[in-house]
């Protein structure tokens, strides 16, 4: 385990009860020893510290390709806030404070926190989002004691929930496997905990389980979500659904969903296929309203010859206007396809964006590189920036609301870099989110968000 999760312990605190450190003189707060394996992260967590903070004491920390040593020494400042406090471990149990807003929130993370497979690794990076977010809040004035263990799929749940700091979390983020959601959601109904699901497993506990938030959505949720937002969105436009002729495509659910609920509403629509000949291909669009095509997949060999046989129409009636509707897969496409999503006027529909440009997002790219010497993987959505968003929506709720916060819409000013999150209750169960965005590519080159 120590070798494993080198930036984390099992009982991780980053800013727990105070304790005083002697300092070594008037500037300083102490003169820190570097020991193997630690990062400057590490060392301003432990300390209680924003990264800022630390390197502003050490500027030679700011020097190209600057690396720790062991047995260097650092010197550790007095924090700017007010709040901040020195970590440490301890074996007693966390004092009961009953308001979680006047104290620092205990956050526990049960994933699979390893590097055997794809899937530690890819909750190693979320759970370092989760830290980055701890980090930032403290400039806010937020304290949070972090708690980890590595419920691996293979791992025992009753274990791991038998430790006792895990009744003394406010929030808990876990877990990635259904088999382990039974048992959870039990205990934080008899501990009154929060428990975060972040990914996609199955969930029946959250019908009737009020201390659950569920993150996912199902493809069933999200199909009736779009067509409905769909029809409201393009009413005044002229639908055409082209069959591609793609026998592996599971968007032909959508799509019948779609031709179903435009029937109930009247809308006119056209259907074509890739295999018209050019002529009847463009008799399928309207010269007089807005046109906006709709595929029966989402795979790329199909789309585009799809953008080939729009090229034709544009040519042949340079006056028809065309969109395009597709699906989140086509995020993937981006920096192959953007040329055209802006010249087609393209909207995606997706529950997250990461918008890889954004000062936000290279900014956290820089840090998240600084932190772990190691860039993020290229996967979509970003891992790290998903446990940012998370840790940073519920932290800040937490904080503001107490236990009583229910993670719906308007109850604080929150700009995601990645992950938006809106909750609904279910009847008198547990929350689910509902955030939902169209991502448009303007023929101007420029992409909005259209968020609902």
């Given at each position: 385990m120590r070798r494993i999760l080198r930036y984390f312990s099992l009982s991780l605190a980053l800013s727990v009860a105070s304790t005083t450190l002697m300092a070594q003189s008037n500037k300083w707060r102490d003169i820190h020893t570097v020991k193997k394996k630690e990062t400057i992260f590490s060392i301003s967590r432990d300390y209680g510290l924003t990264i800022e903070e630390l390197v502003k004491a050490n500027p030679e920390m700011r020097a190209d390709g600057y690396k720790l040593k062991k047995g260097s020494t650092v010197f550790i400042p007095f924090s700017s806030s007010n709040s901040a406090q020195i970590s440490t471990k301890t074996d007693k149990r966390p004092t009961v404070v009953d308001d979680v807003r006047t104290r620092a929130i205990r956050l526990g993370v049960m994933l699979p926190l390893h590097d055997i497979n794809g899937d530690g690794r890819r909750m190693i990076e979320y759970y370092r989002g989760v830290l980055m977010a701890c980090d930032s809040l403290k400039k806010e004035g937020i304290s949070v004691d972090v708690f980890t263990w590595n419920l691996a799929e293979d791992g025992n749940v009753a274990t791991t929930l038998a430790d006792r700091n895990a009744a003394q979390c406010d929030l808990i983020i876990g877990p990635l496997y259904s088999k382990f959601l039974p048992a959870m959601a039990q205990f934080v109904q008899q501990h009154g905990n929060l428990l975060v699901i972040p990914f996609s497993i199955n969930a029946p506990e959250v019908g009737t389980n009020r201390n659950i938030f569920q993150i996912y959505q199902s493809q069933e949720q999200l199909n009736e979500s779009t067509t409905r937002r769909f029809c409201e969105w393009f009413k005044d436009y002229h639908p055409i659904i082209i069959d591609c002729a793609d026998s592996e495509s599971s968007k032909g659910q959508f799509t019948s969903m779609?031709?179903?609920?435009?029937?109930?509403?009247?809308?006119?629509?056209?259907?074509?296929?890739?295999?018209?000949?050019?002529?009847?291909?463009?008799?399928?669009?309207?010269?007089?309203?807005?046109?906006?095509?709709?595929?029966?997949?989402?795979?790329?060999?199909?789309?585009?010859?799809?953008?080939?046989?729009?090229?034709?129409?544009?040519?042949?009636?340079?006056?028809?206007?065309?969109?395009?509707?597709?699906?989140?897969?086509?995020?993937?496409?981006?920096?192959?396809?953007?040329?055209?999503?802006?010249?087609?006027?393209?909207?995606?529909?997706?529950?997250?964006?990461?918008?890889?440009?954004?000062?936000?997002?290279?900014?956290?790219?820089?840090?998240?590189?600084?932190?772990?010497?190691?860039?993020?993987?290229?996967?979509?959505?970003?891992?790290?920036?998903?446990?940012?968003?998370?840790?940073?929506?519920?932290?800040?709720?937490?904080?503001?609301?107490?236990?009583?916060?229910?993670?719906?819409?308007?109850?604080?000013?929150?700009?995601?870099?990645?992950?938006?999150?809106?909750?609904?209750?279910?009847?008198?169960?547990?929350?689910?989110?509902?955030?939902?965005?169209?991502?448009?590519?303007?023929?101007?080159?420029?992409?909005e968000i259209v968020n609902y």
């Open positions: 779609l031709r179903k609920l435009m029937d109930q509403r009247g809308m006119n629509y056209s259907l074509t296929s890739l295999s018209s000949t050019d002529d009847s291909f463009l008799k399928a669009f309207s010269t007089k309203q807005k046109n906006v095509v709709v595929l029966n997949t989402a795979r790329s060999p199909q789309l585009n010859s799809v953008f080939g046989k729009l090229s034709a129409v544009s040519v042949a009636n340079p006056n028809i206007h065309i969109s395009m509707f597709g699906y989140t897969e086509w995020l993937m496409y981006v920096n192959h396809q953007l040329e055209n999503f802006y010249k087609y006027n393209v909207y995606i529909p997706s529950a997250f964006y990461t918008n890889l440009t954004s000062q936000a997002t290279e900014r956290l790219q820089q840090k998240y590189r600084w932190n772990f010497h190691q860039d993020m993987m290229q996967s979509l959505p970003r891992f790290a920036l998903t446990g940012f968003d998370h840790a940073l929506f519920f932290l800040r709720g937490l904080h503001k609301y107490g236990k009583a916060f229910d993670g719906a819409a308007g109850r604080f000013g929150y700009a995601p870099v990645q992950t938006p999150l809106k909750f609904e209750r279910l009847g008198n169960g547990g929350l689910q989110n509902r955030s939902y965005m169209f991502v448009h590519y303007l023929p101007e080159h420029k992409v």
